[in-house]
Antibody, heavy 117, light 109 residues
Framework: QVQLVQSGAEVKKPGSSVKVSCKAS????????ISWVRQAPGQGLEWMGG????????NYAQKFQGRVTITTDQLTSTAYMELRSLRSEDTAVYYC??????????WGQGTLVIVSS | EIVLTQSPGTLSLSPGERATLSCRAS???????LAWYQQKPGQAPRLLIY???SRATGIPDRFSGSGSGTDFTLTISRLEPEDFAVYYC??????????FGQGTKLEIK
């Protein structure tokens, strides 16, 4: 059974950066893609980007291009999402999810990021 | 970018009734790369349907998906109390971005 465990909640100042981790267990980490999805309070789901660890190539939603970087560490089976130049609108729960090109079948528990001065 | 529009925004039904949720794409979704998710308050989304009509592991058979091209439907044949939640469709075409619909809230009447 695949499990994705994310890092804890963060409070950040506007203009700063946040890096959220997502550690996978069960399954072969290199063989599946990881996507990052965020959800602002009371809002819907928004795909930010994804990566296939074995290739190390990330794709990003145009909205986040230049401000987000998704990476992986295959040694620790951990994916990371770094978002820079934070603003209040980035306050959201950030999820990682396993992407098998057949939907996102396993999700992390979510990481709340609050951006506030 | 493919835009997904879900309808209705809110659906009010009683347990035991049939629910029909719609998802329309702004352009054709190839090879039926369309998924449905259920999300309850404070929880991560749960995959229900992928490939437009295949149930994910452990999903009860009262959930079914259908459709192709630009029009897709999620049907819940007989609503159970635990089915009241928000439902999202998602397209994961051959290349990103993988967009979501805005969601349909299924509430108890």
């Amino acid at each position: 059974q695949v499990q994705l465990v994310q890092s804890g909640a963060e409070v950040k100042k506007p203009g700063s950066s946040v890096k959220v981790s997502c550690k996978a267990s069960g399954g072969t980490f290199s063989n599946f893609a990881i996507s990052w999805v965020r959800q602002a309070p009371g809002q819907g789901l928004e795909w930010m980007g994804g990566i296939i660890p074995i290739f190390g190539i990330a794709n990003y939603a145009q909205k986040f291009q230049g401000r987000v970087t998704i990476t992986t560490d295959q040694l620790t089976s951990t994916a990371y999402m770094e978002l820079r130049s934070l603003r209040s609108e980035d306050t959201a729960v950030y999820y990682c999810a396993r992407d098998l090109a057949a939907g996102f079948d396993f999700w992390g528990q979510g990481t709340l990021v609050i951006v506030s001065s | 970018e493919i835009v997904l529009t879900q309808s209705p925004g809110t659906l009010s039904l009683s347990p035991g009734e049939r629910a029909t949720l719609s998802c329309r794409a702004s352009q054709s979704v190839s090879s039926s790369y369309l998924a449905w998710y259920q999300q309850k308050p404070g929880q991560a989304p749960r995959l229900l349907i992928y490939g437009a009509s295949s149930r994910a592991t452990g999903i009860p058979d009262r959930f079914s998906g259908s459709g192709s091209g630009t029009d897709f439907t999620l049907t819940i044949s007989r609503l159970e109390p635990e089915d009241f939640a928000v439902y999202y469709c998602q397209q994961y075409n051959s290349s990103p971005p993988y967009t979501f619909g805005q969601g349909t809230k299924l509430e108890i009447k």
